[in-house]
């Protein structure tokens, strides 16, 4: 009952925020000029306590891991095999990952090179099933995610944390890039980890615990920023690491301690 309505909340709340603005509260029945930005600020403050709200359900101190029930979508099993021929192998179950709405996750782990991918079909409505490759850096001082939906760079990016996103590109032209992407970190002094399926529940709750640090620490700026890059569908991750504008002065800080 309660992911249904996570489900649905968005909607809901949408819906509450709208009929508001057309039908303020008596206490903010003004006239004119006045009444339009009461109102507009209203709607601002509700919408970012919501993302605000949406980022925490989304990004847990201490997520679980439950084994998924039942089989999974067709499109993750489409997925799972294209990315099984690159050379990965299952690093467990099937989970579902408890956030609200919960997320269906299959993982996997590179048979040579030190690298996690993880094909999930998320709860939301509509449901969407999208892959990530993971490369965790040595001392799990941050990492490196490349996907291929835009939407993985609607928050903000802690110190240590690096993505590479090309909208709609294909699994296999994605891992390459990763590769590209750790290279290139490994040239700037910043080595990965080894990684292994044994690992990968507590490498995956690490990674999201970090991310729920960073979003503790400033809540009001990550919700700003995810709701300013989800109107103006931008974000500072596109294309490869090695040509994003500020990816030489992130590994010189995570590297030396200090600000280039």
């Known amino acids: 009952m309660k992911d249904t309505i996570a489900k649905y909340l968005p909607f809901i709340v949408g819906g509450i925020i709208g009929w508001l603005m057309f039908n303020p509260p008596g206490w903010l029945a003004l006239q004119g000029p006045l009444r339009t930005v009461a109102m ?45 021929s690159l050379g990965f192998v299952a690093a467990g179950p099937p989970y579902r990952v408890e956030i609200k709405p919960a997320v269906t996750l299959l993982p996997f782990i590179h048979q040579s090179e030190p690298v996690y991918a993880t094909v999930f079909r998320t709860g939301t409505v509509p449901a969407v099933t999208a892959f990530d490759f993971v490369t965790i850096l ?93 109107i103006s569908r931008r974000h500072p991750h596109n294309g490869a690491l090695a040509g994003q504008p500020a990816s030489a002065a992130q590994a010189h800080e995570l590297r030396t301690g200090r600000r280039g």
């Not at 600020?41 to 990004?59: M, P, Q, R, T």
């Not at 979508?73 to 990315?83: C, K, L, P």
């Not at 990492?143 to 296999?172: K, Y």
């Open 138 to 230: 040595d001392g799990f001082r941050g990492g490196l995610t490349t996907c291929a939906d835009s939407r993985a760079g609607t928050l903000p990016a802690g110190p240590g944390e690096f993505r590479q996103i090309v909208e709609g590109a294909g699994i296999e032209s994605a891992y390459h890039l990763h590769l590209q992407g750790a290279a290139w970190l490994r040239s700037q002094g910043l080595p990965a980890k080894r990684v292994s399926a044994q690992e990968f529940q507590s490498d995956f709750k690490t990674a999201l615990a970090r991310q729920r640090q960073g979003f503790s620490a400033a809540p009001i700026r990550y919700a700003l920023t995810a709701l300013w890059r989800s």
């Open 40 to 84: 507009i600020a209203l709607a601002v403050v509700l919408l970012v306590a919501f993302i605000v709200y949406s980022i925490a359900n989304s990004v847990p101190g201490n997520v679980v891991l439950a084994p998924h029930a039942g089989a999974v979508d067709a499109s993750i099993s489409a997925y799972a095999e294209r990315i099984q």
